[in-house]
């Protein structure tokens, strides 16, 4: 099971940093992503990182300004958000695999809530 938090309201330019919990004893088995879904629009790739931590993938639109991370021994994986703008306005969504990461919605099998996050011009 998977719980997101760490979502608000910032202005643009601020930062934010997003969190998800997972339970359970075997974290390390499973690659981590984060997903987003703004109001009309499908879910999107933000952001992925392998079971180690030792690697990561960006979508385009946020490469440079977010950060995936993640600690095992906390059973957590976090997104650190700097720089927003509004057109990152969504609702996030954190994931869970076995085995290698990937990039695609569809690739996941375990997902979180959700957490808002709004930015504002």
């Known amino acids: 099971q998977l719980q997101a938090s760490g979502g608000g309201s910032v202005q643009a330019g601020g930062s934010l940093r997003l969190s998800c919990a997972a339970s359970g004893r075997t974290f390390s088995i499973y690659a981590m992503g984060w997903f987003r879904q703004a109001p009309g629009k499908e879910r999107e790739f933000v952001a992925a990182i392998s079971r180690s931590g030792d690697s990561t993938s960006y979508s385009d639109s946020v490469k440079g300004r977010f950060t995936i991370s993640r600690d095992n021994a906390k059973n957590t994986v976090y997104l650190h958000m700097n720089s927003l703008k509004p057109e990152d306005t969504a609702v996030y969504y954190c994931?869970?695999?076995?085995?290698?990461?990937?990039?695609?919605?569809?690739?996941?099998?375990?997902w979180g809530q959700g957490t808002q996050v709004t930015v504002s011009s």
């Open positions: 994931a869970a695999k076995i085995g290698f990461y990937g990039t695609s919605v569809t690739d996941f099998g375990s």
